[in-house]
């Protein structure tokens, strides 16, 4: 029983590498898209997108809303909406996850798929990326490390 108000459904859920191919894998450190449709019974505005990352263990990740970028979509039944939502600064460690979308109007949640889209990380680094070195944890974050000036002397 996934459908809510029937308004909107959620009509396909895609993972696509970097050179935007339908992809079940991809390499450590690559940008990828997560692609959206969805269609509506009448004229919809101001629709915001959900996708949440997670593992097979439904461990979430990450939960990334559209509206938390300003961005809202409009669905009609004459206009299918479609949409990318491309992460480019997250690096997944290898192993496998899942994606769950969502569609929103305002707080309420007009339909919602749980894993409708797996993909694993591979173990071989994307161009220009790192390799992976077996470290713990389900992201690499990257920081910018430095050394910074003591705030108090030492012994002091």
Known sequence: ??????????SRCEIRNSAGEVAGRIRF????????EAVAKSLQRDLSVVIGIETPEEIRITNDLSEES?????????????????????TLTPRSYGVTIAIRK?????????????FEVLGVAYQGVAPHTG?????????????A??????GA
């Open 70 to 90: 300003s961005m809202f979509f409009d669905a009609a039944p004459d206009k299918p909406m479609s949409i990318d939502a491309s992460f480019h600064n997250i």
């Open 29 to 36: 450190g690559e940008p990828f898209t997560v692609h959206i």
């Open 135 to 147: 470290t713990w944890g389900f992201v690499r974050a990257n920081p910018t490390w430095q050394e």
């Open 1 to 10: 029983a996934r459908r809510l108000s029937g308004e909107v459904r959620l």
């Open 149 to 154: 000036a003591l705030l108090q002397p030492a």
């Open 106 to 118: 305002g707080n309420v949640r007009l339909d919602k798929l749980n894993r409708c889209a797996r």
